[in-house]
């Protein structure tokens, strides 16, 4: 038996025609036919993957126009918007293809930043990196920002809006005269001091910096700022605040804080001076004696305000001036301007305190208050030194 195994072992070795020998040719055909098609299986599948990948890449490529455009359209941007917010509404208007365009050619522009608010033309179906370009060119836009300072009359307000906008002043009168069909609602013409209400547009023009669109109204101008200023209002809780922790309405405490934003040198001393004015004619009932209420009739007659040194007890004492603090006792008729979010706030919420009097001590305009007048005549006598002209001086 071993023989015969050693016989056939060597037949083998010796690579004769046995089975053996056949299915290892046969074996090594089949391999190389299978590398060849799996060298083709990866050559489709190579070609399908890059086939794939070339087709969903196009899917992260922004949507994007060429060249500059077509037809010209006018563009408005409003107030702190995003540079997303300013690419969708260039999408909605077909300026650019899409938002993710224009936030590339925006992220390309470092000056992208400063794209400012107002009404610009630009042109349909333009490439961003063009849209972009005349956002920051100045000759594209077409409104121009106007700043309305804080504690500017109404009268003040519509010369600089029509100086800004070409609308005659009287077309911003005209439009002032019914404050409710401006959006103030009836119920901030209300008084719990029994006092009449001076039912204006003043007081309610809130102080800002505004781009307004070219074709805007005189009526839509003033919407627009009186709309501001129920939103600033609004967002600080002043109606709600004034009435509950005051125990006045709002109407009164918007008096307060314009003429704490006439009478105070700076921020700080906003709500001190609405304190004095709360005490002066709720607590003590007595005359406000701001100079300013008189200044302010002054203005509405067509005349130069003064300094308060310069006032003739005349005009102080005026009769006919229903805006008279010198001899009437509480608050005048209505505000006097449009305060700022600051002089609001500070005749929301004044501190708690006895004064009842007032005086600009230094020329960076800080003022000293007190309680009685032996503390306010110290403090006049130190407004003196420090070289601020009073009557007393």
């Known amino acids: 038996m071993i023989d015969e195994l050693d016989v056939a072992f060597e037949e083998d070795a010796d690579g004769g ?3 053996g020998d056949h299915r290892a040719r046969k074996g090594r055909g089949r391999s190389a036919v299978a590398l060849v098609l799996t060298l083709l299986l990866f050559t489709v599948l190579g070609g399908g993957i890059y086939l794939g990948y070339t087709k969903i890449a196009g899917f992260f490529v922004a949507a994007d126009y060429e060249g500059a455009g077509s037809n ?3 563009i408005t941007i409003i107030k702190n918007s995003s540079l997303t917010e300013i690419g ?3 999408v909605k ?3 650019v293809k899409s938002t993710k365009a224009f936030l590339e050619a925006a992220d390309a522009e470092p000056r ?3 794209i400012q608010a107002g009404t610009y033309v630009l042109r349909r179906q333009m490439a961003a990196e063009q849209a972009v370009a005349q956002l920051l060119d100045p000759n594209t836009r077409l409104s121009k920002g106007v700043t309305i300072p804080e504690g500017k009359t109404a009268k003040q307000t519509f010369e600089l809006l029509a100086k800004a906008t070409g609308i005659p002043v009287k077309d911003f009168e005209a439009a002032a005269k019914d404050p409710e069909a401006l959006g103030v609602p009836d119920w901030w013409f209300k008084r719990t001091d029994g006092k009449p209400v001076s039912k204006t547009a003043e007081g309610f023009l809130f102080p800002d910096t505004y781009e307004f669109d070219p074709k805007a109204t005189a009526p839509q101008i003033l919407k627009t700022m009186v709309e501001h200023f129920l939103t600033v209002t609004g967002e600080i809780g002043f109606a709600d605040g004034v009435q509950k922790n005051l125990a006045v309405s709002p109407y009164e405490a918007l008096i307060v804080a314009s003429l704490a934003q006439a009478e105070a040198g700076n921020a700080d001393d906003l709500p001190k001076v609405a304190r004095v004015a709360y005490n002066r004619a709720y607590k003590k009932k007595m005359p406000l004696q701001f100079d300013v209420t008189t200044n302010y009739w002054l203005e509405l007659n067509g005349k130069k305000a003064k300094h308060s040194g ?3 007890e005349a005009e102080m004492n005026d009769p006919k001036n229903p805006y008279n603090s010198e001899t009437v006792v509480g608050l005048p008729i209505g505000p006097i301007n449009s305060p700022g979010k600051a002089a609001l706030t500070g005749a929301q919420k004044p501190p708690v305190a006895p004064w009842l009097f ?3 001590i230094d020329k960076a305009g ?3 208050f007190a309680a009685t007048d032996a503390e306010h005549e110290k403090n006049k006598k130190k407004a003196c030194d420090n070289g601020i002209k009073l009557s007393d001086c």
């Open 17 to 19: 025609g046995s089975r």
């Open 72 to 74: 010209p359209v006018e």
């Open 88 to 90: 969708n509404v260039l």
């Open 93 to 95: 208007a077909d300026v």
């Open 112 to 114: 992208s930043e400063n």
């Open 310 to 312: 310069q006032l003739t």
């Open 358 to 360: 007032f005086v600009a």
């Open 366 to 368: 800080h003022s000293a």
